[in-house]
């Protein structure tokens, strides 16, 4: 069975410091890896993607590695803000024999706070 | 465009008592998904729908938890005779189609509390 963990548990930082978020998973047999944010209250917001084939994935300030083979993935935030604070939650959809249909495999999240 | 809508947001009801939480997806999103995040778990997968049918219901607590779609579009998740252990927020995303590689869009959520 596929399992998630992601270190730290929660994280205080201060503004503009650059950050890292890891994430590992017990199974390297993926489809890919997720990085969500979730705020308060709210839903889940998706961040980058990353395929299995692939090794990274950049959008602004975030930057996102996967490693499949040591079950590594990690999130890399740049000159952090106040409005990063969220909690940071990694997920994979499992490789099971083509039929996974998509369905996600989180971790705990990491509880970030940026402070001014 | 619109994002996955879900309703109601906020659910409080008596244990014994059934609820519906319902989900819109995005228009022209196949597959549609509800997990369910609550304090000890984590965010758990509960069922998977691709049109109409649900090829993957292996998250699903136990038999008082169902859900249905209907017209490819708004999905329903019942919960009956509520228990205060199915107390959590419940979630429903979607993604474009079948395949694995899609990103999933996930909704604001409903917060179900049993008392």
């Known amino acids: 069975k596929q399992e998630v963990t992601q270190i730290p548990a929660a994280l205080s930082v201060p503004e503009g410091e650059n950050l890292v978020l890891n994430c590992s998973f017990t199974?390297?047999?993926?489809?890919?890896l997720q990085w969500f944010r979730q705020d308060p209250g709210k839903g889940l917001t998706s961040l980058l993607l990353?395929?299995?084939?692939?090794r990274e994935q950049t959008s602004g300030r975030l930057n996102a590695s996967l490693d499949k083979s040591s079950g590594r993935s990690t999130l890399y935030i740049a000159a952090s803000q106040p409005g990063d604070s969220a909690t940071y939650l990694c997920a994979v959809i499992p490789f099971a024999g083509g039929t996974s249909y998509g369905k996600l495999t989180f971790g705990q999240g990491t509880i970030l706070t940026v402070h001014p | 465009g619109a994002g996955v809508s879900q309703s109601p947001s906020n659910k409080v009801t008596e244990k014994g008592k059934d609820v519906e939480l319902r989900c819109d997806p995005i228009?022209?999103?196949?597959?549609l998904y509800w997990y369910r995040q609550s304090l000890g778990q984590g965010l758990e997968f509960l069922i998977y729908f691709q049109g109409n049918s649900a090829p993957d219901k292996s998250g699903l607590p136990s038999d008082r938890f169902s859900a249905e779609r209907t017209g490819g579009s708004v999905s329903t998740l019942t919960i009956q005779r509520t228990q205060q252990e199915d107390s959590a927020v419940y979630l429903c995303?979607?993604?474009?189609?079948?395949?694995?590689?899609?990103?999933?869009?996930f909704g604001p959520g409903t917060r179900l509390l049993v008392l």
């Open positions: 990353i395929q299995s084939s692939q």
């Open positions: 228009s022209g999103h196949t597959a």
């Open positions: 199974d390297s047999a993926i489809y890919n």
């Open positions: 995303a979607s993604s474009y189609g079948p395949t694995s590689g899609e990103t999933q869009y």
